[in-house]
């Protein structure tokens, strides 16, 4: 299968590698690199056009890594624009605004918009993705926690921080660890090393997860309809109790929605003759 090993090695320890940014319009993919590359924060709201592009040189162990950062736009209106630049990357920032849920929720159709534009050579296993949940410093707004954002992220394999590009909370932990991680994955033959992000709990307990946070009511948490029997309910709950028990499952979140399976289960009951 082809891999997205970069193209062109100087010599041993040097590496070039391509990393882009995606996610919503306003979310604070172009202010995370600022503050990266330049150690400053800019508050006024400056749309990128199309794409921005900067190069910039990091260490990582005894290599040094040429950095090719591709900004992307995130306003729709630049699809046009965007869609060429999303080939032969190493990396890609995935960033979304704690305190705006569609920003959150869109970014399966930013991976969409990737794989689609990728093309059947798409080999998503020969890239990082880092999640990056920004404005955390805007606490107040918060609207999408942790436990969910890390669940969407570590149930794919892909790294999770919480970032401010306001404060630099988190942006320096998570540059690093997403070079670092580009460069095991190149020294890896331009595969993802396995246990890189090393889960410990399973897709289906994940989705799960998500689920339960999402259920309208306690039928729908149980995953019942409305009037199910005693029976029905006790084992749709003995179901989710092994799934989720938090003795069993790691995943965030687990111990939450093993508490409101409880609640769910009991409160149903109550009301079933
Ligand atoms: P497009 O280029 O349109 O796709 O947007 P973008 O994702 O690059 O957003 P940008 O970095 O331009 O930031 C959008 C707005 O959010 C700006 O007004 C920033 O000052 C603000 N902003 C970005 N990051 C943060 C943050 O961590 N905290 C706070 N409080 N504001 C932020
Ligand atoms: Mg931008």
């Known amino acids: 299968m082809e891999t997205n090993a970069p193209k062109r090695r100087d010599n041993k320890k040097s590496l070039r590698v391509k990393v882009i940014s995606l996610g919503n319009a306003e979310v604070g993919k172009s202010c995370i690199i600022k503050r990266y590359c330049e150690k400053r924060f800019v508050p006024k709201y400056l749309a990128t056009i199309g794409i921005d592009y900067g190069v910039t040189k990091v260490q990582v162990r005894d290599r040094e890594i040429k950095v090719n950062i591709f900004d992307m736009a995130g306003h729709p209106f630049f699809y046009e624009v965007r869609?060429?630049?999303?080939k032969d990357s190493q990396g890609v920032l995935l960033v979304y605004d704690v305190g705006l849920r569609e920003s959150f929720d869109a970014l399966d159709s930013w991976l969409g918009e990737m794989k689609q534009e990728m093309g059947s050579q798409a080999n998503m296993d020969s890239i990082v993705f880092?999640?990056?949940?920004?404005?955390?410093?805007?606490?107040?707004?918060?609207?999408?926690?942790?436990?969910?954002?890390?669940?969407?992220?570590?149930?794919?394999?892909?790294?999770?921080?919480?970032?401010?590009?306001?404060?630099?909370?988190?942006i320096n932990e998570m540059f690093q660890a997403f070079f670092s991680?580009?460069?095991?994955?190149?020294?890896?033959?331009?595969?993802?090393?396995?246990?890189?992000?090393?889960?410990?709990?399973?897709?289906?307990?994940?989705?799960?997860?998500?689920r339960i946070r999402s259920s309208k009511d306690s039928w729908d948490m149980l995953g019942v309809k409305p009037g199910a029997t005693r029976e029905e309910v006790n084992k749709a709950y003995r179901k989710l109790?092994?799934?989720?028990?938090?003795?069993?499952?790691?995943?965030?979140?687990?111990?939450?929605?093993?508490?409101a399976v409880v609640n769910a289960r009991t409160s149903l009951l109550k009301n079933i003759k």
């Open 83 to 86: 869609n060429e630049f999303y």
């Open 130 to 170: 880092v999640v990056c949940a920004n404005k955390v410093d805007l606490t107040k707004r918060r609207v999408v926690d942790e436990g969910e954002g890390r669940l969407w992220a570590e149930s794919r394999g892909f790294h999770y921080f919480e970032t401010s590009a306001q404060s630099g909370e988190g």
């Open 181 to 210: 991680s580009i460069t095991d994955m190149c020294e890896n033959g331009g595969k993802r090393p396995v246990s890189e992000v090393s889960v410990g709990f399973t897709k289906e307990q994940a989705d799960t997860i998500r």
């Open 241 to 259: 109790a092994v799934l989720l028990h938090p003795d069993k499952c790691v995943a965030p979140g687990s111990e939450d929605a093993f508490k």
